[in-house]
């Protein structure tokens, strides 16, 4: 079956470049999705890339993806204070149905 | 606003009893669906909908029920028989379930045991 793993915790100072890696293994994924969960809400969509695609830019999240390695990464430039979240890689295949990985919690010290 | 609203925010539930979770949504979205988030891991799928008076088991749909009755709402209720209820449920939708969307989220109802 599919399984997508994230590393747990990443800390960076305020002002640094924060980059959250994920693998998946289901070769068919077609989209891989970034979101972002505060504490006490739900899940917030931050970005999303097509498989077909090795990068996509959006403000100042960068999103990279090596399929051949099946390794997906977002770059967060700038890291504020406000960007302390858990943040979620998903993939989907034709199916439309999510599979998450467990979460990675950053947290960005002033 | 559009968006996807879930009530209560908070709820308790005594042992033997079902409660029910709301999620409605205005986005004319045609899929729903409901996840489970357990303390430190990602969201297990319960149950989903990708149209009216039409659901699907998720991976883990035991003890849980669910009705599309209407396009807007999707209730979820706890059971009875669902012996480990305590955790972060979270309704989601997406345009359809079939051309890879993204799904939109609530901010989650917690079910906790009293």
């Known amino acids: 079956g599919e399984d997508v793993e994230q590393s747990l915790f990443l800390s960076v100072r305020e002002g640094d470049s924060s980059v959250i890696n994920c693998t998946y293994t289901d070769s068919s994924s077609t989209y891989l999705y970034w979101y972002k969960q505060e504490p006490g809400a739900g899940l917030q969509l931050l970005t999303y890339?097509?498989?077909?695609?090795d990068m996509k830019q959006d403000q100042r999240l960068t999103v990279l993806l090596n399929k051949k390695d099946k390794h997906l990464s977002l770059r967060i430039a700038d890291t504020q204070t406000g960007d302390s979240a858990i943040y979620f890689c998903a993939e989907t295949n034709a199916g439309n149905m999510l599979t998450f990985g467990g979460g990675t919690r950053l947290m960005v010290k002033p | 606003d559009g968006g996807i609203t879930q009530s209560p925010k908070y709820l308790f539930r005594k042992e033997g009893q079902n409660v029910t979770l709301s999620c409605e949504q205005n986005l004319n979205h045609d899929a729903m669906y409901w996840y489970r988030q357990d303390p430190g891991q990602g969201l297990r799928l319960i149950y989903y909908?990708?149209?009216?008076?039409?659901?699907q088991k998720g991976d883990i749909a035991e003890g849980y029920s669910v009705s599309r009755e209407k396009k807007e709402s999707f209730p979820l209720t706890v059971t009875s028989a669902q012996k480990n209820p305590t955790a972060f449920y979270l309704c989601a939708s997406s345009i359809d379930g079939l051309s890879n969307q993204p799904q939109h989220f609530g901010d989650g109802t917690r079910l906790s045991i009293l």
């Open positions: 909908s990708q149209i009216v008076n039409d659901f």
């Open positions: 890339i097509f498989s077909n695609m």
